[in-house]
């Protein structure tokens, strides 16, 4: 033990707030205040403090001369077991950062002539993933890159597939946000969803109290809730059983009928031993104006006498699926589907 003496008087000091002991314990214990613990899964305030992070390093680095530039286009990668845990929060994270984003364009306008952005609409599409660009993303790391007008569609094999890509993102060297190429073939892994991708309408008068977030995929289902998007009509020849299911979400799971499956509202479930589990599933790009559909069975999947060729579960291989397209499940089960 050791006591701190006052310089002048010689008499021991009162234990004060701001004191050395403050100062020694502020410099060795995590902030209460931090946006996450020291370890641990992250939290939905060090999200958003990534994405201000990146949005203020776009626009020091895409501004020029009077016109004030700045990244619009977000991909936020996440551990899968983040990424299913921060879900139901993810449109309040996109909701607070764009108004933190429009506070600090108020802010940074006063010093430029012209606000410019590059395109009409902020886009954030969250994905799990456990690598990105030869790291290992742990339920401690986000990974946020900005563009200022965002890649083609992922998975849907157009020609930029060995393109590069100019973004933000942090450098693995020096941990800071930079400005730097990115080859496109690190995303072609990660499942960017309709339900993780949010596309919200800039507002040119930078108006922070009224934003309303929701996902592309509640956008989807709600212009669509009464008839449903699709209609899959199936016969199963091993039963001769046939029925039908309204497809109302923008992405479904075929799969097998079984226990752990029934708890699930967008699987379509077949009872069939010759359906796997999972066997495919059926989308709708927002983006293309199209439905898709990959497969993942080890047994045949074809799509109008086109066989499909398998992916993995976790890097789906999408394949167009055209109104009124016969889908033959391991040539024993038939599914006609329909576009409402």
């Not at 599933?281 to 497969?295: D, K, L």
Request: proline share 4%; charged share 25%.
């Amino acid at each position: 033990m050791f006591a701190v003496y006052h310089v002048k008087s010689g008499k021991p000091m009162k234990k004060r707030s701001g004191d050395f002991f403050s100062a020694l314990k502020s410099m060795i214990l995590p902030d209460t205040n931090d946006q996450r613990a020291a370890t641990g899964p992250v939290t939905n305030n060090y999200i958003l403090k990534e994405l201000l992070d990146c949005f203020d390093n776009s626009c020091k680095r895409e501004s020029v001369g009077k016109s004030l530039l700045f990244n619009m286009h977000y991909l936020i990668i996440l551990h899968p077991e983040v990424y299913e845990e921060r879900l139901p929060s993810l449109p309040i994270i996109v909701k607070e950062a764009l108004k933190a984003f429009y506070n600090r364009l108020k802010s940074y306008k006063r010093n430029y002539d012209e606000l410019s952005p590059v395109s009409f609409h902020w886009q954030f599409r969250f994905a799990p993933g456990t690598d990105f660009n030869q790291e290992k993303i742990t339920v401690e790391d986000v990974r946020v890159i900005g563009m200022l007008t965002g890649v083609k569609p992922l998975g849907s094999g157009g020609s930029d597939r060995h393109n590069t890509a100019k973004v933000t993102m942090k450098s693995k060297a020096t941990n800071v946000f930079d400005k730097m190429d990115i080859n496109l073939d690190v995303l072609r892994h990660l499942h960017f969803a309709e339900n993780g991708t949010f596309t919200v309408k800039f507002n040119p008068e930078l108006n922070v109290t009224n934003v309303a977030v929701t996902n592309n995929a509640t956008q989807k289902t709600v212009r669509n809730a009464d008839n449903g998007l699709a209609r899959i009509e199936y016969y199963t020849a091993d039963t001769s059983k046939d029925a039908v299911y309204i497809m109302k979400d923008t992405e479904i799971v075929i799969a097998r009928k079984e226990p752990e499956n029934l708890g699930y509202s967008n699987y379509l479930l077949i009872e069939s031993g010759f359906v796997s589990n999972p066997h495919a599933r059926i989308r709708w790009n927002e983006s293309q104006q199209s439905f898709q559909i990959a497969s993942f069975s080890n047994n045949e999947t074809r799509v109008n006498e086109t066989v499909i060729a398998k992916s993995e579960a976790g890097s789906p291989r999408w394949f167009d699926l055209r109104d009124k397209s016969q889908v033959l499940l391991n040539g024993m089960v038939t599914l006609t589907f329909k576009q409402l």
